[in-house]
């Protein structure tokens, strides 16, 4: 399998963690890149809903693990263009009844056959909030964790958290996407949001890449429209990930004029 295989995570619920895998998911196969999108939350999976994708599961990564089908009944193709695949998951545990070990070994091994089955350059796991099964699943195969965090103080806090637990995992390759990031709230003078710089250093893990606040894509996940400004972040990410230095904010001018005033 692929070398390239990153979890997404933070201890704290509703950070965009789904959204931002989604989000780099997208921009990696618009890249030309073949990325296995996989949903490692079993007690709140959405990325099917996100894709729009809910009347086309049949298979689950459960039904992977437990060998009811093969990876090509499982796999989810949301964008006729891209080859982006999604492997769904479902909030009943039909893995429930074995022993958390085997299920990690099970669900690690349908990964891999998912990965194989596409080729998959990237594959990027969804996990969800909390130290859940499917964080500990997706830590037994991920080589590198992105980890989600916004202003809050709280989901700071999880962020070095979860930075640390990623270490205990054995993941040492960690980065940090900012989102939703609040671009007004920033810039405002005597702003009372944390910056940039203070969400880096508090979080204590390096920064990947910056998601602003997109109504837009809010939208577009309940299937109305598209979101330009958030996408175009995405694409920073994802040219990061394939190893180019890209600018902060690259694409998004308007963003760029302010950034003295987004770290202080
Ligand atoms: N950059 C953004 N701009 C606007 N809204 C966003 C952004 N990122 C995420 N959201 C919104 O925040 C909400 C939570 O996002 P998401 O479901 O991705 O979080 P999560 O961390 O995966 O949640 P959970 O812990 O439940 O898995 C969603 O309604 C989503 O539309
Ligand atoms: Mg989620």
Same mark, same amino acid.
């Given at each position: 399998?692929?070398?390239?295989?990153?979890?997404?995570?933070?201890?704290?619920?509703?950070?965009?963690?789904?959204?931002?895998?989604?989000?780099?998911?997208?921009?990696?196969?618009?890249?030309?890149?073949?990325?296995?999108?996989?949903d490692f939350d079993f007690s709140s999976p959405c990325l099917d809903l996100l894709c729009?994708?809910?009347?086309?599961?049949?298979?689950?990564?459960?039904?992977?693990?437990?060998?009811?089908?093969?990876p090509v009944d499982a796999l989810l193709r949301p964008y006729?263009?891209?080859?982006?695949?999604?492997?769904?998951?479902?909030?009943?545990?039909? $893995?429930?009844?074995? *022993?958390? =070990?085997?299920?990690?070994? %099970?669900? /690690?091994?349908?990964?891999?056959? #998912?990965?194989?089955q596409i080729d998959a350059e990237y594959v990027l796991l969804d996990t969800g909030a909390g130290i859940s099964k499917g964080l500990r699943a997706a830590a037994a195969v991920a080589h590198s964790a992105i980890i989600v965090a916004g202003h809050t103080p709280a989901s700071i806090r999880a962020a070095g958290m979860t930075g640390q637990r990623m270490l205990t995992y054995g993941i040492t390759d960690t980065h940090l996407v900012i989102n939703p990031f609040d671009v007004k709230g920033c810039?405002?003078?005597?702003?009372?949001?944390?910056?940039? $710089?203070?969400?880096? *250093?508090? =979080?204590?893990?390096?920064? %990947?890449? /910056?998601?602003?606040?997109?109504? #837009?894509?809010?939208?577009?996940?309940?299937?109305?429209?598209?979101?330009?400004?958030?996408a175009a972040a995405f694409r920073n990410i994802a040219a990061r990930l394939r190893g180019q230095a890209v600018p902060l904010f690259s694409g998004l001018p308007k963003i760029r004029k302010q950034k003295r005033m987004l770290f202080q």
């Open positions: 399998m692929t070398e390239n295989v990153l979890l997404f995570a933070s201890s704290k619920g509703g950070v965009g963690k789904s959204t931002v895998a989604l989000g780099l998911a997208h921009a990696l196969a618009e890249l030309g890149q073949r990325v296995l999108l996989a729009g994708m809910e009347d086309h599961v049949l298979c689950t990564a459960a039904d992977l693990a437990k060998g009811i089908c093969a006729d263009a891209l080859e982006l695949y999604l492997l769904p998951a479902s909030h009943e545990d039909s $893995l429930s009844d074995t *022993d958390e =070990a085997d299920q990690i070994s %099970l669900l /690690a091994r349908a990964v891999e056959q #998912a990965a194989e810039a405002a003078k005597k702003s009372a949001r944390h910056s940039m $710089l203070e969400i880096i *250093d508090g =979080a204590g893990v390096p920064l %990947l890449g /910056a998601v602003p606040y997109d109504y #837009a894509l809010v939208l577009a996940q309940e299937g109305h429209g598209s979101a330009d400004l958030s």
